[in-house]
């Protein structure tokens, strides 16, 4: 796998490259509709949602402690799902591709997180900007950002990858996806404090890995504490899990997939 994405790295950078001009170059505002996005959402939950939130944010009354908080849960929850829905469908939307040139298949889904998480990167510098500005900044405590950063996108390309070969032989996958990362959202706590919640919900929510993650952000912006590494380590279990499990379908169903398609 790695001397494949090694020989074809210009096809991969190619790709990535063109992807991101596809989708800004012909607009007016180009790469500002990446910001523009994420910064709507984040202003009408913090008109309507600021004032309930902030008092449940244990000692953090400052007048920008909910913004951080929902930045820290929307920027790197937009990461998960741009990665996870370009996975999802990545053979089926490069089906000409895959049926009339001979490359390793797997740079396929490598482009489409790669592609995200360039994005991601453009995002959330905007967003350490802000914390500098604001005089929030985490300090070195910003670089245990990685790890998790490293769990999430293990865990999403794994999920993805499985998800993505049985999408191409089940079309239903696609659209079923799209329903539970609508409920997933709203069982993470992104908009919302997780101690609001009645104690079973959030017993349920322990097991909810998006759950774990975007809280180990959340301690490291907002309340400038360590993430629950104890937490994180079982996600990242998880996680090698899924990649393994993603690996070993690819690999034994890719000649299928194109057969299939």
Known sequence: MLN?????????????????????????LGVLWLVLQPV??????????????????????????????LCSGVLT?????????GLV????ANANILKKLSFPRI??????????????????????????????????SLLKVLPILAIQMLFTIGLGIILGVMNVFVRDVGQFV???????????PIVYVGKILPTWVQEIQAYNPMAIIV?????IFVYHT????????????????????????FRKHVADIVDEL
């Open 4 to 28: 494949g994405l090694s020989r074809y790295r210009g096809f991969i950078t190619d790709s990535i490259k063109r992807d991101f001009q596809s989708r800004y170059q012909s607009s007016f």
């Open 40 to 69: 709507a959402m984040i202003v009408v939950y913090t008109v309507i949602f600021s004032e309930i939130m902030r008092s449940r944010l244990a000692g953090m009354s400052g007048p920008f402690s909910y913004s951080i908080y």
């Open 77 to 85: 929850w937009g990461l998960f799902t741009e990665t996870l829905n």
């Open 89 to 92: 469908n990545v053979f089926i």
């Open 107 to 140: 740079c396929l889904p490598v482009i489409v997180a790669s592609s995200a998480f360039i994005n991601f990167l453009i995002i959330f510098t905007l967003f350490i900007i802000f914390l500098l500005l604001i005089d929030s900044f985490p300090g070195w």
């Open 178 to 188: 799209s329903i539970v990362i609508q409920f997933w959202f709203w069982l993470t």
């Open 215 to 219: 809280m180990g952000y959340q301690n």
């Open 226 to 249: 360590d993430p629950d590494w104890k937490s994180l380590s079982a996600v990242f279990s998880v996680a090698m899990l899924l990649v393994i499990l993603g690996w070993t379908m």
